[in-house]
T-cell receptor, first 112, second 114 residues
Framework: DQQVKQNSPSLSVQEGRISILNCDYTNSMFDYFLWYKKYPAEGPTFLISISSIKDKNEDGRFTVFLNKSAKHLSLHIVPSQPGDSAVYFCAASGGSNYKLTFGKGTLLTVNP | GAGVSQSPSNKVTEKGKDVELRCDPISGHTALYWYRQSLGQGLEFLIYFQGNSAPDKSGLPSDRFSAERTGGSVSTLTIQRTQQEDSAVYLC????????????FGEGSRLTVL
């Protein structure tokens, strides 16, 4: 039972355009969401997070939107750069549960 | 170093052999996690250590898997009688304290069971 779903295995965008990565979750206990970025042969690195009390969090070119009613979050990257090419993982945790549940990831390719 | 260190980076073993994977977390981080990523899958939670509390082993897939954390620092994940389905990248992460928030990951140990 996949509690965090990233339905797009891959996404390709042009440099300078917006990248939108989507994530859906099923567990209504989740109240904290994170995005991680992973380059080949490296461990995932934290990108941005959002608490369920917010619906938007912005950090430079990266913005995460949370729609609690739809159990959906998205990561927007504007403008996209070739260096953003990586696998992006959505993760969630809930209540006092410290365990992060990860999606399968979306491979983003930004073409020059 | 300043980051989470894992060894070996690559391990090839024969089915039925035991393997040990090591994780050295960031100094001062009290929480330590093991995850694994099989081909085409997300990161699967295995086990969690927090300070001197009993570890949460709920993610370990079978009794062939065990982990310990000595002195609240270095952790070792042991897989006994390895099977081909154990092939994966095993990732260790640490955080300053328990609870939701940023985990710092190591580069992982890639295990291949022939």
């Amino acid at each position: 039972d996949q509690q965090v779903k990233q339905n797009s295995p891959s996404l390709s965008v042009q440099e300078g355009r917006i990248s939108i990565l989507n994530c859906d979750y099923t567990n209504s206990m989740f109240d904290y969401f994170l995005w991680y970025k992973k380059y080949p042969a490296e461990g995932p690195t934290f990108l941005i997070s959002i608490s369920s009390i917010k619906d938007k969090n912005e950090d430079g070119r990266f913005t995460v939107f949370l729609n609690k009613s739809a159990k959906h979050l998205s990561l927007h990257i504007v403008p996209s750069q070739p260096g953003d090419s990586a696998v992006y993982f959505c993760a969630a945790s809930g209540g006092s549960n410290y365990k992060l549940t990860f999606g399968k990831g979306t491979l983003l390719t930004v073409n020059p | 170093g300043a980051g989470v260190s894992q060894s070996p980076s690559n391990k090839v073993t024969e089915k039925g052999k035991d393997v040990e994977l090591r994780c050295d977390p960031i100094s001062g981080h009290t929480a330590l996690y093991w995850y694994r990523q099989s081909l085409g899958q997300g990161l699967e939670f295995l086990i969690y250590f927090q300070g001197n509390s009993a570890p949460d082993k709920s993610g370990l897939p079978s009794d062939r898997f065990s982990a310990e954390r000595t002195g609240g620092s270095v952790s070792t994940l042991t897989i006994q009688r390895t099977q081909q389905e154990d092939s994966a990248v095993y990732l260790c992460a640490s955080s300053l304290m328990a609870g939701p928030g940023e985990l710092f990951f190591g580069e992982g140990s890639r295990l291949t069971v022939l």
